[in-house]
T-cell receptor, first 111, second 114 residues
Framework: KQEVTQIPAALSVPEGENLVLNCSFTDSAIYNLQWFRQDPGKGLTSLLLIQSSQREQTSGRLNASLDKSSGRSTLYIAASQPGDSATYLCAVPYNTDKLIFGTGTRLQVFP | GAVVSQHPSWVICKSGTSVKIECRSL??????MFWYRQFPKQSLMLMAT?????????EQGVEKDKFLINHASLTLSTLTVTSAHPEDSSFYICSALTVTTEAFFGQGTRLTVV
């Protein structure tokens, strides 16, 4: 059974810092991994999708890497801003495209 | 990215009434949509998979007669909470898959049953 874990559970940093959020999964037989952010009381916003054949994806200040063999993905946020404050979720598909979500990292960036 | 619109964003209803939530993929067709439920400070819990033109597949423990799902077209899925009770109060979110299997989510619906 696939299990997805995220570390740390919460993070509070001053703006400007470079951040690393970690996601680990127990079954490496995935065909993609997706990172989302969720603002309080809102739906999920897709940030990055990494296909299993890719090692990383970049979008602006965000960079996500994927190491299937070790069951890990990392989301790197450069030069963090208060607007980055949100909960970040990673997710992998299983059993006909259902998504299993990680436990989430609650990020607070203060001015 | 693709856009998924969910409506309403919040609803308050009386106990015993039914509430319908709509999920639309605005700029792509989605043969598969998903419905989730989320409790405060918890991650999303998958309720059911909605397939266009066929019956929804419910996760274990989810009452299919209480949470009616209809996926009548490639751009619309609806979730109806029937005979709602206060314990059904929650945040409901839908998602739709693109042909590249990327998931996009609606804005969510906050349901409060009084």
């Amino acid at each position: 059974k696939q299990e997805v874990t995220q570390i740390p559970a919460a993070l509070s940093v001053p703006e400007g810092e470079n951040l690393v959020l970690n996601c680990s999964f127990t079954d490496s037989a995935i065909y993609n991994l997706q990172w989302f952010r969720q603002d309080p009381g809102k739906g999920l916003t897709s940030l990055l999708l990494i296909q299993s054949s890719q090692r990383e994806q970049t979008s602006g200040r965000l960079n996500a890497s994927l190491d299937k063999s070790s069951g890990r993905s990392t989301l790197y946020i450069a030069a963090s801003q208060p607007g980055d404050s949100a909960t970040y979720l990673c997710a992998v598909p299983y059993n006909t495209d259902k998504l299993i979500f990680g436990t989430g990292t609650r990020l607070q960036v203060f001015p | 990215g693709a856009v998924v619109s969910q409506h309403p964003s919040w609803v308050i209803c009386k106990s015993g009434t039914s509430v319908k939530i709509e999920c639309r993929s605005l700029d792509f067709q989605a043969t598969t949509m998903f419905w989730y439920r989320q409790f405060p400070k918890q991650s999303l819990m998958l309720m059911a998979t909605s397939n266009e033109g066929s019956k929804a597949t419910y996760e274990q423990g989810v009452e299919k007669d209480k949470f009616l799902i209809n996926h009548a077209s490639l751009t619309l899925s609806t979730l109806t909470v029937t005979s709602a009770h206060p314990e059904d109060s929650s945040f409901y979110i839908c998602s739709a898959l693109t042909v590249t299997t990327e998931a996009f989510f609606g804005q969510g619906t906050r349901l409060t049953v009084v």
